[in-house]
Structures are given as C-alpha cells and as structure tokens.
C-alpha cells in the first residue's frame, strides 16, 4: 500500500515537474519570439523610430538615447537645453536634418557601416581621425558648435547607437550608404536666376521665401523643415556649404520625400544651381577655416573659402565652372576631384 501510494505520490510530482516545464517553454518562446522578432528592411526604409528604435527590445536604453540626442540635438545638447553646460551644438538643427531617417537612409551620408569605416583618413585634417573627431567635425560646422568632450555621457550615448547600427538592424546594402552618390559637375557655372527660380518652384512651400525654416510646434524636436541660410543654419566651414557636396544631397533627397537616390526629382544642373542659390546667401562664419587641409591640394575644389593651390579665382571654387580646376589637378597632381 505504501509503496502504490509513494508511487502516486512521485507520479504526480513527475507530471507536475512536466506541466511547468511545458508552460515555461511556451511562455518563453512566445518572449523570446516577442523579442527576437528582427525589423525588417521594409520598416527601416519605412522609418517609424517607434518601431526601429525606441520600441525595439534589441535596443539598448543606451542607444535609444543616443538616438534621441542625434533626433532632437538642440534640446539635448544645442541652445534648446537650459543647462549652459550642455550647449555643444551652436544651432537648433538635428543632425538627423541631414543624416535622414536616424542615418539610415542611403544616399543621405548614411551611418549605416560607420563604425567599422573609422579611423579613417581625414584631408581636412591631413591625418587619421577617428569617430568621435568626425562627429565634431560635424559639430563645428554643419552644427555651428564646439566639439562634444570624447569622454562626455552624450557622446558615449551617440556611439551605442552608431554602433546599434551595426549589429542591431538586418544587413543591408552597406556599401551603397556610405556618403552621396556623386554628381556629374555641368560644364557651366551656377546661375544663380535659374537657381532662384527651382528654389521658388521645388523648394519654398517647406523651406520658406527667407529660407528659414519652420519649427515643429513641440519645439523641443528642433526643425521640421530646416533653414537653409541665416544664423540658424550650418556654417561656411561645413561639407554642406560645397555646392558639389550640397548639389549631390539634394539631387538624392529633395524635395523631401519626392526625391529618392532611385529616384531623383532634379537633374545634376538643376540641383547645382539651386545648391548654389542656397549657398549664396550669409550664414555664420567658421574661425581658422585656412587650416583646413594641411595637404592644399587635397583640399576639395569646390571649398569656398582659401587659400587653394591653385590660381582660380575665389569666385570659381565657389560656384564652378569646375572642368578646369578638375583638369588642373589631374595633370598637374594625379588627384581626380569628386567634390
Ligand atoms: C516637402 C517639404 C520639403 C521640400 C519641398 C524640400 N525640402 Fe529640404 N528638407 C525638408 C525636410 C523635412 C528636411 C529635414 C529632413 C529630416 O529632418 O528628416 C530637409 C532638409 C534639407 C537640407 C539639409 C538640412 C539643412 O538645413 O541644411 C537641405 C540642404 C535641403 N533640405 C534643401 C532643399 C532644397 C534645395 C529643396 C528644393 C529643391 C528642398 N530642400 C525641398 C523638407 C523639404
Ligand atoms: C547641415 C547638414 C549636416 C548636419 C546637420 C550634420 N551633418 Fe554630418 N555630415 C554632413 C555632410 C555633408 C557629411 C559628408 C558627407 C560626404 O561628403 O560623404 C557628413 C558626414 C558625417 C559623418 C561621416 C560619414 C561617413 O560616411 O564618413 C558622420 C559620422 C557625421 N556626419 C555625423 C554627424 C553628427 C553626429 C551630427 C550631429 C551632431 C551631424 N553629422 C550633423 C552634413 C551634416
């Protein structure tokens, strides 16, 4: 009797042992499937940082602020913060203005594959730099900033994301993401009239007559439509203040959302001449910009600013005709100029 009923008993156990063990498994791969349900490609290009980022348990809350530093960079670290302490950035715009879609967007200077691409040569510097030194490359003049401390929590914040990037989000395409797809330079130099005339057509209804840009009505996000001139906007040391480098964005992304670099809406010409519309008009003004490129030569032929090794005029390197300055360098130093 004792026996059966020892039996029963370890029976009952046994299958007790069974049943929970049967329920965890289920409620767990129904958690872990919850978790390891990877973004798709379509919901990156999609963009909802809902979904990609902020809702992703594959982001770590590291990243998500990181994320939301790069997404609303004047509340976090420009004028928007009240803290003077934290006021790196020099104007309200967010480096996702430029780097589309959390810097996923390809055609956009994309971050996609940035953690692995540095160090990394630098002309502008004539040295190796690293991540954090592009990033403040970034801050000084696309941001009218100050650099942004290697060691600061911001910066570490930045990175996790940059390197989220990486490993967090299915593989796409890498190589096509990184900078702009190139444009062919027109023989001809910017006409500011027709420039005038596609900014007034493709791009004033967001950007505005002042090219001044509108905020979004919570104004701790920053810009919706961001200026293009003026105090608030990058400044003359910055990549976009190259009518090559701001022709070869545009022509991939603007019109917001009608262009695509599949897609283009404006041709190299019509892009080149609206750049060069954008780029006529004062903006703040970076100190020791005849530093840049130690190397002159490296230096690209559409900077805007001196000094050049070369003897065309200022006027030139700024709004082209650039054949003659490309075949300068080519005959006289080998270099093939893209920008
Ligand atoms: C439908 C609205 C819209 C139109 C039209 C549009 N843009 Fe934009 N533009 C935007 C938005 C929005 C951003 C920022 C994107 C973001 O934050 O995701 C932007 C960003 C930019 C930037 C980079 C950010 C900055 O401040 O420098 C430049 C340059 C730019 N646009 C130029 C143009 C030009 C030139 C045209 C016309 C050919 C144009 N845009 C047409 C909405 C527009
Ligand atoms: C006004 C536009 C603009 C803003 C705002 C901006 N950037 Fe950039 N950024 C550029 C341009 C232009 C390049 C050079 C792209 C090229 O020519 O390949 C660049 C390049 C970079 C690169 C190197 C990309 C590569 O593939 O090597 C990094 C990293 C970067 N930016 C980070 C940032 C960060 C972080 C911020 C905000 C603190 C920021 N940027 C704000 C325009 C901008």
Redesign the pocket.
């Known amino acids: 009797m004792e026996l059966i009923q020892g039996l029963i008993k370890n029976l009952l156990l046994l299958i007790g042992v069974l049943f929970l063990l049967i329920i965890s498994l289920l409620i767990g791969s129904i958690y872990f499937d919850e978790i390891w349900q990877p973004i798709s490609e379509e919901e990156i290009v999609e963009w909802d940082p809902n979904i990609v980022v902020l809702n992703n348990p594959t982001a770590s809350s590291e990243v998500k602020k990181g994320f939301l530093i790069l997404d609303s960079t004047s509340n976090f670290i420009g004028p928007l913060n009240r803290n003077n302490e934290f006021k790196y950035a020099g104007n309200n715009?967010?480096c996702?203005?430029?780097h589309?879609?959390g810097g996923t967007l390809s055609g956009a200077a994309s971050w996609i594959g940035i953690y692995k691409r540095f160090p990394q040569f630098s002309g502008r510097e004539n040295k190796s730099g690293s991540l954090v030194e592009r990033i403040n490359g970034c801050m000084e003049r696309s941001m009218n900033g100050k650099a942004l401390p290697e060691e600061s929590v911001q910066m570490r914040y930045i990175l996790a994301y940059m390197k989220w990037l990486d490993y967090g989000l299915p593989k796409l395409n890498s190589k096509n993401f990184k900078g702009y797809p190139k444009i062919e330079f027109p023989s001809v130099a910017v006409n500011l009239e027709k420039g005038k005339s596609?900014?007034l057509k493709?791009?004033v209804?967001?950007?505005g007559e002042n090219g001044q840009?509108v905020m979004y009505q919570n104004e701790k996000k920053g810009?919706?439509?961001?200026?293009?001139w003026g105090s608030d906007?990058?400044n003359d040391g910055a990549g976009?203040n190259r009518v090559l480098t701001?022709a070869a964005?545009?022509k991939n992304?603007?019109?917001?959302?009608?262009a695509t670099w599949e897609n283009p809406k404006?041709t190299d010409r019509e892009a080149f001449h609206?750049?060069g519309y954008?780029n006529s008009f004062p903006r703040p003004q970076k100190i020791n910009k005849e530093y840049d490129y130690p190397d002159k030569k490296l230096k690209p032929m559409s900077t805007p600013y001196g000094p050049w090794k070369d003897n065309f005029s200022p006027k030139q390197h700024k709004y082209g005709p650039y054949p003659q300055i490309y075949k300068f360098y080519e005959e006289k130093y080998g270099i093939k100029k893209t920008k």
């Open positions: 715009l967010s996702t203005n430029c589309l879609n596609i900014y493709e791009c209804v967001c950007h840009g810009y919706q439509y961001p200026p293009l906007s990058y976009m701001a964005f545009i992304n603007m019109p917001y959302q009608q404006l609206v750049a954008i």
